[in-house]
């Protein structure tokens, strides 16, 4: 487990609803944030909706497929264009129609304002904003050219996009205050410069040769110990300064023009974020785009809400409460990893909808302690995909009393091949033992959804089901495993201590939080006492004691 650092974040906010215990809320529990919704923990199974597939009546048909995936809430866009198509005139049918919806098949809703940026881009700004370029200027590239990125740096595009997310959130407030269908809202979606690392505007070239501000630099001397490392080395390489301009801070380079730009960014979505707040307090984040390997600011939509830049939008955006990745890469349990680093909550609001979604959301939640986790896309998904994410979601069904119970208590793990290829056995030491897991990996009926096969070749149209688990410590030498494809063999950390054996193995479901026995597995399933396994291709449930001996 991860320690915490509380930060300003949560606890602006957890201050601010202090008076309205009903709303879905932040809470801390040991070294994690817990949501809560209607009093309890509350951990999403969702699915983020493509893009276009928002609006209501095109969706509708839609729903028995979501709700048979075993989902609790659905993430979905709320696009700026279509709910202000003439300035200060709003029309939220679109909004109220996805409410009534999601009331109807008993779910719940993440939104996502597509506001100012969508992908970097500002495609979904109105026409009104996109034709007046005098009022709402854009970025430009270092030859000068206008981009289709609204600066960051003009108070009119900023008080504007203020403006219309207020009246969204007041506008759930008075419709949705009651019933809490909304239960989290994304300000902006993926923020970034793309194809070049910083802005090139006439304000936006002022403010680089600028001071850089004292309200950063602040930030960052008080809370030297605890910064990201990346950005703790950029600074304190220079001579850790308190004063001068980006270069003279920072250095020369791409990385300084993704800090300034990071800067500008998070001012620009704390404008947003408070303005909203300020009308329904719910928890609100923001989400990432995350960096291929190798690539530098510039080539990817740079200066988001990364994990290497967490400390700028901290100290630039207080009143979120938490960021966000959209992990679409192989390494998942790193990305995760770097979500949780100084007591950021994870919550995945996008992720790859392939076979491997049914175990990365138990890494999400038994390593991470993570509240959410949501393929993107989910009303396309299809088969092997869509039945190992059903099977997995009733898995998480099932546990979730006991996983909200453990979230930040150091008794729960996951068990995630730490590379697509792991040939020697994955060792991680919990509850006083050591546990080696194998992963078997049975090989999927045909082209998994989620594949991409650029080549076209018959060997990449085959693809592995997924291999992983969830492990929760119920009493000393007493776990639960849940999951699928993963042999585990158990010995003591240090040598020389008893031997560990099984003493028994028995797989179960849980029902109404209590668990109901099927049968018990000490014989070849369990290799004559040998082994824990959870057996390739379907999720299952084992509950082992085990005993030590000499």
Known sequence: ?????????????LAAVSSGADLP???????????????????VCGGELGNSHGEPDYLRASWPKLKALNLNTVVAPVYWDVIEPAEGKFDFATVDGLIADARANDLRLVLLWFGSWKNSMSCYA?????????????????????MEILTPFDATNRDTDARSFATLMRHLRETDGAQHTVILVQVENEIGMIPEARDRHPTADAAFVAPVPAALLSYLAAHRDTLAPELRDRWAGRGARTSGTWTEVFGEGPATAELFMAWAFGLYVEKVAAAGRAEYALPLFANAALIRPGYQ?????????????????RAAAPTLDFISPDIYFPNFTEWADRYTRGGNPLFVPEALRSPEASVNNLYAFGACSGFGFAPFGIESIGE?????????????????????????????TALLPPAAEQRKPHDVVFGGLTMSAT???MEAPGLADGVINEAGDRAANRTLLPAG?????????????????????F?????????????????????????????????????????????????????????RYR
């Not at 487990?1 to 906010?13: D, G, Q, R």
């Not at 932040?26 to 923990?41: S, Y």
């Open 439 to 441: 992963y078997e990996r």
């Open 297 to 313: 600011p510039g080539q990817y939509p740079s200066a988001g809400p990364l994990p290497h830049l967490i400390d700028v939008w």
């Open 491 to 547: 010995a003591a950390p240090t040598p020389g201590d008893p031997s560990i054996g099984i003493l028994r193995c028995a797989e179960g479901r849980y029902e109404a939080g209590a668990w109901k026995h099927l049968r018990w597995l000490n014989g070849d399933q369990t290799h004559q006492g040998r082994h824990v396994r959870l057996e390739p291709g379907r999720f299952t449930l084992q509950r082992v004691k085990l005993y």
């Open 126 to 146: 109105p026409a009104w904003v996109k034709t007046d370029t005098a009022r709402f200027p854009r970025a430009r590239d270092s030859a000068g050219r206008a």
């Open 25 to 43: 809320a932040l809470r801390k529990q040991g070294t994690a944030t817990q949501l809560i919704v209607d009093g309890r923990p509350f951990l």
């Open 1 to 13: 487990m991860k320690p915490l650092i509380l930060f300003s974040f949560a606890v602006s906010w």
């Open 469 to 489: 688990a969830i492990v929760i410590q119920l009493g000393p030498d007493e776990f639960l495993f849940g999951g699928i494809g993963v042999v585990i063999t």
């Open 384 to 412: 092997p995909a869509a039945g190992l994410l059903r099977a997995s979601n009733d898995l998480i069904r099932q546990l979730t009393p006991l996983i909200t119970e453990r979230q930040g208590r150091g008794t729960m």
